[in-house]
């Protein structure tokens, strides 16, 4: 808990200090005219780019758990190797590819960013998914139906939450991922925190680039440290429940 409130201080002191660090960039990189990037806050930034992220990590695991769900169950076994197959083969096209095709049809904006990060991060979710479903011993199912449970019932209050450590473990990862992902969106006319790095690579503006990426790396390793305690949290309860 002490490290994630570090990380989130650190990271509050970026998004919110970042102008104030002008000296420091002006010496750095006494060419430039402008060291700091200042067309858009970078408190706007890192909540575009947090609303993006949560969005389209929200989508892949809707899908993702939606998915494993069905592929576990006796209706669905049949398909578990072919959604496997598919949702891997959305790991391999690199997001920019998927950006690259996507933008003709659906034209610049948030949409094709969320469909690139959303095919991104379904992977990770869909393996954890069947990874804890799968590792649900019989015992505990027989029991619940031995008590009446009905098959809603049994994934709903035992399943899933018995699952819950393992799905969110994935669900870190999709959302990491995607946060340093999700900078490639401002190629495609969405503002994240990928604007001033973008930026700041066609202008060869050095201080814009490491301004974006910091806050990008610090905002992941707070996410990341976030998840950690959620995971730890899932755990306990599901210790409790068992």
């Known amino acids: 808990m002490k490290g994630f409130a570090i990380s989130l201080g650190?990271?509050?002191a970026l998004v919110f200090g970042m102008p104030a660090l002008q000296p420091v960039f002006a010496a750095a990189f006494p060419e430039l005219e402008?060291?700091?990037?200042?067309?858009?806050?970078?408190a706007t930034l890192t909540a575009l780019h947090l609303g993006l992220v949560a969005a389209s990590s929200a989508a892949a695991a809707v899908i993702a758990i939606g998915l494993g769900v069905l592929v576990t169950r006796a209706t669905g076994a049949a398909f578990r190797g072919l959604a496997e197959m598919l949702v891997a083969g959305g790991q391999t096209v690199p997001p920019v590819a998927v950006l690259a095709l996507a933008v003709p049809v659906l034209g610049y904006g948030a949409l094709p960013a969320m469909i690139a990060l959303g095919l991104y991060g379904l992977l990770p979710i869909l393996q954890n998914t069947l990874a804890g479903l799968d590792g649900i011993p019989g015992p505990i199912r027989d029991a619940a139906r031995g008590v009446g449970m009905n098959p809603v019932q049994l994934l709903a209050w035992i399943e899933?939450?018995?699952?819950?450590?393992?799905?969110?473990?994935g669900l870190r990862i999709s959302v990491i991922v995607n946060v340093g992902t999700a900078t490639i969106a401002s190629a495609v006319g969405v503002r994240t925190l990928g604007t001033p790095i973008i930026l700041g690579l066609n202008a060869a503006n050095l201080a814009y680039v490491i301004q974006g990426a910091s806050i990008v790396a610090a905002l992941a390793i707070t996410l990341d440290l976030g998840f950690e305690r959620l995971v730890a949290l899932a755990e306990r309860w599901k210790g409790y429940g068992s």
């Open 10 to 12: 650190f990271l509050i």
């Open 34 to 42: 402008r060291p700091v990037y200042q067309q858009d806050s970078f």
């Open 160 to 169: 899933l939450p018995l699952a819950a450590p393992v799905i969110l473990a």
